[in-house]
């Protein structure tokens, strides 16, 4: 039951009727016996400053940033931390000593799915990326610190993934990464081990084919962000040959889970919170 002195946590984005976050993070609140409550707020992009103001007013206890304000919400909070700094982007804001600081679990959250839920170490592996956008980033810098050997990345805007190219050997020196033209995804394809879809294209059932379904193979990862639908065309395709797939719900639970763990300094059931999106 709200009482007056129930806490809230908040996620802020635009827009954000879609969000699962509400769903996992109450869930495991009242199973924890947690008087907070965690709603979402859809936060027009001129809005963000006002918004981090309006968390320090009413005394949030902390939240989640999400799409378009991830970087744009940065100056406007006390603090960033060190993972955030390198990702450039924030999705969890916490409070620490009065001090609203910006934190960066997606990075975390992928890698804990990679490696718990499909046996994927990357290590001396190659990796193919499409998208560079912001998730793109955090994975990207996850991928460097792990030592991963190579990465090709593809954006349909090539300055993006020039940029992330650059960010990569800029964190890692020893990492082969390189922006890819359009004809040489085939080719990275081929002989990636894992392939990361890191853009937003197999939400749509008229969404067009992200790879060649020939590129793909039994030894291979292959990994999408997207989690709805559970099974894009592209994981059809690579589980069809044989590949490992994983979609992003497991990434989506981790990285909310280090999120909850920072805001309420308890670790949540990773396996309730699942249930709570996915029922
Ligand atoms: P974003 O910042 O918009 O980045 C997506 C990038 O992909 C953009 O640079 C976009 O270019 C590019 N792109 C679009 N179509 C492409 C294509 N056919 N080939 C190559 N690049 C293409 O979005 P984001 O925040 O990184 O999110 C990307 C996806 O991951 C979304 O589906 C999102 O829902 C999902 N996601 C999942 C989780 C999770 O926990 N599972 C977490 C974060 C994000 P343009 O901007 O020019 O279109």
Known sequence: MIKATTKLLCIL????????????????????????????????????????????????????????????????LDEITEEAKNIGAVNTIFVKEGKYIGDNTDGRGFIISLMQDGGFDPKGKKALILGAGGAAKAIVTKLAMENICCIGIFDIDQSKSQELVNHAKKLNSTVNATNLKKEEIEQTATQADLIINCTPIGMKETDPELLNKKVFNQTQVVFDLIYNPSETKLLQDAKNAGAKIINGLGMLVYQGALSFERWTGEKPDTNIMMKAITE
Do not use: C, Q, R, W
Request: aromatic share 4%; no cysteine.
């Open 13 to 76: 984005g635009h827009p954000i009727k879609h969000s699962k976050s509400p769903l996992m993070h109450n869930k495991m609140l009242e199973i924890l016996g947690i008087d907070s409550v965690y709603t979402a707020f859809d936060v027009e992009p001129s809005k963000v400053e006002d918004a981090v103001k309006g968390m320090k007013a009413l005394g949030i206890t902390g939240g989640n940033v999400t799409i378009p304000h991830k970087e744009t919400v940065m100056p406007f």
